[in-house]
Nanobody, 121 residues
Framework: VQLQASGGGLVRAGGSLRLSCAASGRTISRYNMGWFRQAPGKEREFVARISWSGSTYYADSVKGRFTISRDNAKNTVYLQMNSLKPEDTAVYYC????????????????WGQGTQVTVSS
């Protein structure tokens, strides 16, 4: 499974970005998919997850501002980020589990290369 994340960039506080994660080597329609981020000097943290059925889950820090979605026809997962804050600055990674039960436990097996998001104040 290969995951290609894109859409990062530099944006001012209050702005928006949409990240994309294109998958190949697997049809993602039956799998949960996740987004994570890692800021400089910090551990990687969970951002959002979308289940194979479309249910969504968010970290408290992004709830109400970020929206995860999927387009199974395009084998792609998205992360719409609105009302961005400087503390959202990080490298964002999309991830896929070997099976859905692992993702529920926070365990992912396949990772994209990451895309940098920088929010200026």
């Amino acid at each position: 499974v290969q995951l290609q994340a894109s859409g990062g960039g530099l944006v001012r506080a209050g702005g928006s970005l949409r990240l994309s994660c294109a998958a190949s080597g697997r049809t993602i329609s039956r799998y949960n998919m996740g987004w994570f981020r890692q800021a400089p000097g910090k551990e990687r943290e969970f951002v959002a997850r979308i289940s194979w059925s479309g249910s969504t889950y968010y970290a408290d820090s992004v709830k109400g501002r970020f929206t995860i979605s999927r387009d199974n026809a395009k084998n792609t997962v998205y992360l719409q980020m609105n009302s961005l804050k400087p503390e959202d600055t990080a490298v964002y990674y999309c991830a896929a589990p070997g099976n859905n039960e692992r993702s529920v436990r926070g365990e992912y097996d396949y990772w994209g290369q990451g895309t940098q998001v920088t929010v200026s104040s």
